[in-house]
C-alpha cells in the first residue's frame, strides 16, 4: 500500500511542478495563455496532439472493448483514427492561416469570422460545450476506477481527487503547462503500456504462446464481427466515418491547430499520427483479450476495468502502479486540454452574448471551468454506462459540426442560413438517437447524424444562392481519389467470418490494416510536398 501511495504521489507531484514550471513563463495574454503563444514545436505539438486525443477511452475504454469484442475492435481505432490525421492538413493548415490573420482563440471564433453571423458562432460554441461533457466524464470515470483498484476506496473518492489535481494545474498553467504535461503524460502512457503488455504476455508464457493459447480457446476474438456480433458492416463502416468527422471538431485538439509554429508542424504531425495510432490502440486491445485468462464473464461496465485487474494479478505493488498511472496519464492529458478550451469557449464566445461583448474576468471562467468538472464527475458517478458508450455521445454530437467547418473553409461563399440548419438537424437527430427514438438499420447512428448534417448544409446552401464549388484541379482530384481508394479497402468484408492465417500472433486481416495506415502515411507524404498550403482568401 505504501509503495503504491508513494508511486502515484510523485507522479501527481511531477505533473504539478511541470504546469507551475510552464505557468512562470507565460503572460496573461488570451493568445499567450490559451494557445502557448501560437509558438508550439513539432515535438510539442506531436505529443499534446497525441495525448490530448488519447483518453481514458484509449486505455480503458480500448482495453473494455478488447476484452468484449477482441480484435475486431483494432483497426476501428488504430486505422480509423490513423484515417483522421488526413484532417490535420485538409483543414487544419487553413485553420491555422485563418488563425494567425485574425487573431482567433476559440473554434467558434473561426466560424464567426466564416460567416460572419454571432447566432451561428454562439450555437457552434454551445454545442461543442454540451457535447464535451459526457467526453469529459470519461476521465474522472476512469481515474475513479484505477485509484479504486489500487486503494480500494469508493470510486467517486478517486474520481473527486484526479478532478482537483487536474483543475489545479490547467487553471493556472494555460495551454504552454497543458502541452508540456501532456508531452510527459503520453511519453508515460505508451512507455508503460508496453511494459504493462510485457509483462502479461510474459505471464502467460510469452507472445506467440499467450496468443496461441487464446486462439485456440476463444476464436472468434480473433474474427469479425466479433465474439458479440456488435461490428457488422455497418457500424464497422460508420466507426470509421465517425472517427473523420469527429475528431477533428473535439474542441481540446481543433484550438492545437491554431497553436502550431508553422504550418510545417501540422503536417508532420499527421504525417506521424496512423503510425502512433497503430502502436498505442495495439497496446490496451491485446490486453484486453488476454484478460480472459483469468478474468472470464466481465461484461458491460465490468469489462472496462481489466486493465487494473491484470496489473493487480501480474504487476506487485510497484510495477502495477506505474503501469495503471499510464492509465491516469491518458485521462488527465485529454481532461486538462478540454477544460482549458471550454474555458476559451465560454469566456469568449458565450459571455460577451450577456454582456454586450465583454468578455469574461478570470475567476469567472475558473468558476465555470470547475462547473463543468463538476458536472463530468456527476455523470462519471451516477451513469451506469461504459466508456465506450459516453463517448460515442460525445463523438456523435460533435461529428455534426463538421459540414460546418468543412465546406465554410472551401466553398466560395458559405451562408449562415446552411450551417445553422445542419447543426440543428445534426444534433437533434444525435439526440433522438442517444434517446433511442430512432432506429439505426444496423448502421452506426453517426452514419445518419452525419449524412443528414452533410446533406441539409447543401441543400440549404443550394436554395439560398449558388453552391460555389471551388475550382477542381487534377492533383488534388487525384488525392482525394487516392485517399478514398485506402477508405474503400478497409471495409474488407470478405474476410469476415474466419480468423485465418496467423502472422505472429495475429491473423493476415488485422495486420492488413497496419499495411493500408502505412500506404496511407505513404499518400500523405507524397500529398505535403506536391501540395503546399494555398493562400486562404478573406472570409
Known amino acids: 500500500m505504501y ?57 480503458f475504454g480500448a482495453s473494455g472493448a478488447g476484452y468484449r469484442d477482441g480484435l475486431a475492435f483494432f483497426p476501428i481505432m488504430a486505422f480509423g483514427t490513423g484515417f483522421m490525421a488526413l484532417t490535420f492538413w485538409l483543414l487544419g493548415r487553413r485553420i491555422w492561416e485563418l488563425g494567425r490573420k485574425h487573431q482567433l482563440i476559440t473554434p467558434a471564433e473561426l466560424v464567426g469570422a466564416i460567416y460572419h453571423n454571432r447566432a451561428l458562432s454562439a450555437l ?44 489545479a494545474y490547467t487553471l493556472r498553467g494555460g495551454l504552454k503547462a497543458v502541452a508540456w504535461t501532456d508531452v510527459l503524460q503520453g511519453l508515460i502512457m505508451l512507455v508503460l503500456m508496453i511494459v504493462a503488455l510485457g509483462m502479461v504476455t510474459s505471464h502467460y508464457g510469452g507472445w506467440l504462446e499467450s496468443f496461441d493459447r487464446l486462439r485456440a480457446s476463444q476464436p472468434a476474438l480473433f474474427s469479425r464481427p466479433g ?23 473535439f474542441p481540446q485538439l481543433f484550438q492545437r491547430f491554431y497553436s502550431a509554429r508553422r504550418q510545417k508542424s501540422l503536417a508532420k504531425t499527421m504525417l506521424f499520427y496512423p503510425l502512433v495510432c497503430t502502436v498505442v490502440f495495439a497496446l490496451p486491445i491485446s490486453l484486453g483479450m488476454l484478460g480472459h485468462f483469468d478474468f472470464a464473464h466481465l ?8 486493465v487494473p485487474l491484470l496489473m493487480g494479478k501480474v504487476g506487485g505493488d510497484l510495477m502495477g502502479t506505474l503501469v495503471l498511472a499510464a492509465g491516469l496519464a491518458a485521462l488527465m ?88 440548419a445542419s447543426i440543428v438537424v445534426g444534433e437533434s437527430l444525435a439526440v433522438a438517437y442517444h434517446l433511442k427514438w430512432l432506429p439505426a438499420f444496423g448502421f452506426l447512428p453517426a452514419v445518419w447524424v452525419i449524412a443528414a448534417a452533410v446533406v441539409v448544409y447543401l441543400l440549404v446552401h443550394v436554395l439560398t444562392g449558388p453552391l460555389g464549388l471551388p475550382a477542381l484541379q487534377a492533383r488534388p482530384l487525384g488525392f482525394a481519389v487516392g485517399f478514398g481508394l485506402i ?30 495506415s502505412a500506404l496511407q502515411t505513404l499518400l500523405m507524404l507524397w500529398w505535403v510536398r506536391s501540395d503546399p498550403a494555398p493562400a486562404v482568401s478573406e472570409p
Open 124 to 167: 457552434f460554441a454551445l454545442v461543442m460545450v454540451v457535447f464535451t461533457i459526457p467526453y469529459i466524464a470519461l476521465q474522472p470515470l476512469a481515474g475513479g476506477k484505477v485509484l479504486g483498484q489500487l486503494f480500494n476506496i469508493p470510486p467517486w473518492t478517486g474520481a473527486v481527487l484526479v478532478t482537483l489535481i487536474i483543475l
Open 333 to 420: 492529458s485529454t481532461m486538462d486540454s478540454q477544460l482549458l478550451t471550454l474555458s476559451s469557449i465560454f469566456s469568449r464566445d458565450l459571455v460577451p452574448l450577456v454582456t454586450g461583448g465583454r468578455p469574461a474576468g478570470a475567476l469567472a471562467s475558473r468558476v465555470f471551468v470547475a462547473a463543468l468538472a463538476l458536472a463530468g464527475l456527476l455523470v462519471a458517478i451516477f451513469s451506469d454506462a461504459t466508456i465506450l458508450s459516453l463517448g460515442l455521445t460525445a463523438f456523435t454530437g460533435l461529428a455534426a459540426l463538421f459540414p460546418t467547418v468543412f465546406f465554410g473553409l472551401y466553398l466560395k461563399n458559405p451562408r449562415p442560413a446552411a450551417a445553422i
Open 227 to 249: 465474439p458479440r456480433g456488435v461490428y457488422g458492416p455497418g457500424v464497422w463502416f460508420g466507426f470509421l466515418l465517425l472517427w473523420f468527422f469527429c475528431d477533428p471538431m
Open 487 to 516: 477508405f474503400v479497402a478497409a471495409q474488407d468484408f470478405w474476410r469476415w467470418g474466419r480468423v485465418g492465417d496467423i502472422v505472429l500472433g495475429w491473423p493476415t486481416w488485422a495486420w492488413y490494416f497496419v499495411g493500408l
Open 299 to 306: 461484461t458491460g461496465r465490468a469489462a472496462d476495468n481489466i
Open 3 to 59: 509503495t503504491r501511495a508513494a508511486v502515484l504521489a510523485v507522479y501527481f507531484i511531477a505533473v504539478l511542478a511541470l504546469g507551475l514550471l510552464a505557468r512562470s513563463r507565460l503572460k496573461d495574454s488570451p493568445s499567450q495563455y490559451f494557445l502557448a503563444g501560437r509558438g508550439l514545436s513539432t515535438f510539442v505539438l506531436i505529443g499534446t496532439m497525441a495525448a490530448t486525443n488519447f483518453s481514458a477511452f484509449t486505455v
